[in-house]
Every structure is written in structure tokens, then in C-alpha cells.
């Protein structure tokens, strides 16, 4: 659990850098002309935008209630190292997409250094790394789950799915054994 802080921090100022990226689309897509009208009136422009709204409140809500499940001391820490990650995976992942769709609708400057565009994408590219790579984060994500899973399994009763079917016992009817 030692990591926790440094991967839910990586996630967050990652979702820091993202904001103004999507301001700079936003105000390009506002002033930028084709056909005589500005391009945020063509639909693959603004709703590319508003995908990349969608996915930067969305990645608000992950890394906030991550970090109240954090603060509240009451999660369990194989549960919150879960959440962490997490976090940390689709934050990092929705934000390079949330770039790389502002570069797609600013067109070839979007590329150039003219905009700090293409620096916000290489610096998130390191965020997918940093801590622990996305597939480590994966990898905690299935081994928690799975012992979260089971644990919950064994104290409960499980309905045997296969007794629900009248021909359960025959060896036709199983379909799992």
C-alpha cells in the first residue's frame, strides 16, 4: 500500500494536464473556419469535444472517490488497492485518448509546438508508466478482484446453478463440471 498516494497522485495531475487541453481545443475549434463557419459546428468536431468533456468528469469522479475511500480509513486495503489501480489504469488511459482527440480536431497544429498539445500527450504517455505501468495495474486489479471474488464466495451460500434444471444430474445437462 505504500504506492497508493504516488499512483492515485500520478492519475490526478494527469487529469490536471488534460483540462487545459481540452480548453485549447475548445477555443480553437471555436475560432477555426471550414465552409465558413467555425468547425465546432461540424458534429465529428463537437462531439469529439464533448466526448472529451464526458471522459475529463469522468476521470474527476474516479480520482475523487478514490480518494475519499482513501481518507475514510474503512475500505478494506485489498479493496483499495483495487480502486487505486483502478484509478490510476483508466484515468492515465482516458486521458491520452482525451489528447489525442484535442490534436485530432486541431488538425496539423495541433501537432506542431505551436500548441502545447503535443507535449501534454508525450508527458501523459510517462503517467502510463510511472508507478507502476498500466499493466501492473491490471495485474493488481484481476488478482484483488479474484481473492475479493472467492473470499465473498466462500462465506456465503451459492445457488447451484445446475440444480435449477430438472435433468441437472444427467451427463447430457452438464454443461460445466
Known amino acids: 500500500t505504500n504506492m497508493l498516494p504516488e499512483r492515485l497522485g500520478t492519475a490526478a495531475m494527469t487529469i490536471g494536464s488534460v483540462r487545459p487541453a481540452v480548453e485549447i481545443a475548445t477555443r480553437y475549434t471555436s475560432m477555426r473556419k471550414a465552409f465558413g463557419m467555425p468547425i465546432m459546428n461540424f458534429q465529428a468536431v463537437g462531439f469529439r469535444v464533448a466526448d472529451c468533456v464526458q471522459r ?66 508525450r508527458d501523459i504517455r510517462l503517467s502510463m508508466i510511472w508507478v507502476g505501468t498500466n499493466e501492473i495495474m491490471q495485474l493488481i486489479i484481476q488478482n484483488e478482484w479474484y481473492k475479493e471474488y472467492f473470499k465473498v464466495l466462500s462465506k456465503e451460500d451459492v445457488r447451484d446453478v445446475e440444480q435449477d434444471a430438472p435433468n441437472a444430474g444427467e451427463v447430457d445437462e452438464k454443461i460445466y463440471e
Open 56 to 121: 475529463l468528469d469522468a476521470m474527476r469522479s474516479i480520482a475523487y472517490t478514490t480518494a475519499r475511500a482513501i481518507d475514510s480509513a474503512t475500505v478494506h486495503p485489498g479493496r483499495l488497492r483495487r480502486m487505486v489501480s483502478e484509478s490510476k489504469k483508466f484515468i492515465t488511459e482516458a486521458s491520452w485518448e482525451v489528447v489525442n482527440n484535442c490534436m485530432q480536431v486541431m488538425g496539423g497544429i495541433g501537432y506542431t509546438n505551436v500548441y502545447p498539445i503535443e507535449r501534454i500527450l
